[in-house]
């Protein structure tokens, strides 16, 4: 059975800054994409896969990130008060980034359908503004939402246009903010799931150092396993690859992949000293298939 397309489908790009993204390195996935009906992404970030495949008959963005959700619903439903709420946003882009940063805080406790619109350009703009990408909403790591990307709020029409585009894509599809296990409830063999979630290094980090908004602790990463062990779905999860992960998956079939990481260097003293350019850091990372 091939997959089948709804519409002339080319790939796009997430528009989100995201970190541990897939956007640049999507086209090294085609390859190992199987046949189905049915896809969902579990822990959706910036579904850089998503929009980088042909849609599917049936398709399903799921994220814990409450602002996220608002986002892809947003652009979904209502793109164009969206694109009018960002034309707005103009004048100092640090002062812009502190009200939605510290001054509307109150929207990121806001779940559902409460206050979409405002919550859409809040994450967006962040996002674009943000140090790394990184919009974090847990008031105990208020540390790492901070000013860093002046720029990144330049040549907005091209951004809209792009995000039109992004909207076309999303309509028909289901977009929610529940736990994954939601996802797989009613999951069958023409069901394609990709999982890309937090970083197995991120298990036994400091708080502060975490990447993203929800993270997982080591009891987290088994018991996902065990959940995709289970599931009648073809699954790709994404994963750095270290001991544990392979441990976790064993008898899955394991691609290595490795690429640089943007925004990551690695730096030494000598290199510092020296006045050598720093180096993006490789990543080595795994796919991670339940099907040949």
């Known amino acids: 059975m091939q997959e089948t397309l709804l519409e002339p ?48 008959q049936k398709n399903w963005l799921n994220d814990l990130h409450p602002g996220l959700h608002a986002l892809w619903v947003t652009l979904r439903d209502d793109f164009d008060a969206f694109a009018q709420m960002c034309r707005r946003q103009t004048g100092d882009c640090r002062s812009l980034f502190n009200y939605w940063a510290f001054d509307r805080t109150d929207l990121m406790t806001a779940r559902g359908n409460d206050h979409l619109l405002d919550r859409a350009v809040q994450y967006y703009y962040l996002n674009r503004t943000v140090w790394g990408g990184r919009v974090v909403f847990d008031p105990k790591r208020k540390s790492r939402l901070y000013f860093s990307n002046p720029r990144g709020w330049d040549n907005l029409e091209k951004k809209l246009a792009h995000l039109e585009q992004i909207s076309s894509k999303l309509q028909g599809v289901e977009i929610t903010c529940r736990s994954y296990e939601h996802c797989l409830a009613d999951a069958t063999a023409d069901t394609f799931i990709y999982a890309d ?25 088994a018991k996902l396993a065990d959940a995709l062990n289970a599931a009648p ?54 796919l991670i298939l339940n099907y040949r």
């Open 9 to 56: 489908d080319r790939p796009l790009r997430s528009p989100l800054r995201y970190p541990g993204g897939k956007s640049r390195v999507a086209k090294l996935f085609t390859p190992y994409f199987p046949a189905h009906t049915d896809y969902r992404e579990i822990f959706a970030g910036g579904a850089a896969i998503f929009f980088h495949k042909p849609k599917a």
């Open 197 to 221: 979630p937090p970083y197995y290094r991120e298990s036994t980090g400091h708080i502060t150092d975490k990447l993203y908004d929800k993270s997982f602790d080591e009891e987290c990463h």
């Open 233 to 286: 779905a073809k699954v790709m999860v994404s994963y750095d690859d270290c001991p544990e992960v392979r441990a976790l998956y064993k008898g899955w079939r394991l691609v290595e992949l490795q690429w640089k990481y943007c925004g990551r260097y690695a730096v030494t003293k000598d290199a510092k000293a020296a006045g050598r350019k720093e180096q993006k850091v490789t990543g080595r990372e795994l």
